[in-house]
């Protein structure tokens, strides 16, 4: 795949809470720096999104009293709860040390209202409130979002997903990603990717 001055690529909560040691940690989370950081050397535009929840969040199962990576329902639909992570100004919360962050043109935060969770880089999780991504990628001229990071099949899922219902082209670097797959959530985010026209690749097809 060619990469074009229309592409831009999202890097995805790359962040000592979701690698080895971390609070919420992802297998393997912290081999895909490497290739993030080659694939941000040949993008024109990069985007790091960062998980930065407030203490107390709606998302923890802390603060329900629930055990980890249960599901209750909230106003907006279901919500795995999920280990305190990512908590704001927190070590946890900083991007892997061995992350080049110096191309980025834009850090996006997410996840910082109290009371709804935010996976996706464009929607918070009621898909209605919007972090504004989509239009300042628009601003920039992008047509295709290009995404790595953690974890595949929840905030880079429906990063992608997202990208697509606000009009541009969305191809998930597969390599580049490590997953969750919490019951099944791998098959079932591949699933939504056919259903929405996700596609995926490898980063050595990139140049």
Sequence with gaps: MRITDTDALLLVDIQR????????AVTDGAAVVPLANDLARRFPLVVLTQDWHPAGHGSFASTHGRPDFSTIEMPY?????????????????????DLETGHAALVLRKGMHRNIDSYSAFFENDHRTSTGLAGYLRERGVRRVVLCGLATDFCVSWSAEDAVRCG??????????????????LAAARRRWDAVGVTTTGSGTLG
């Design 168 to 185: 541009f082209e969305a191809v998930i670097v597969e390599d580049a990603c490590r997953a969750i797959d919490l019951d099944g959530s």
């Design 77 to 97: 639909g279901p919500q795995v709860l999920w280990p305190d992570h990512c908590v704001q100004g927190t070590a946890g919360a900083a991007f892997h040390p």
């Design 17 to 24: 809470d979701f690698c080895p040691g971390g609070a919420l």
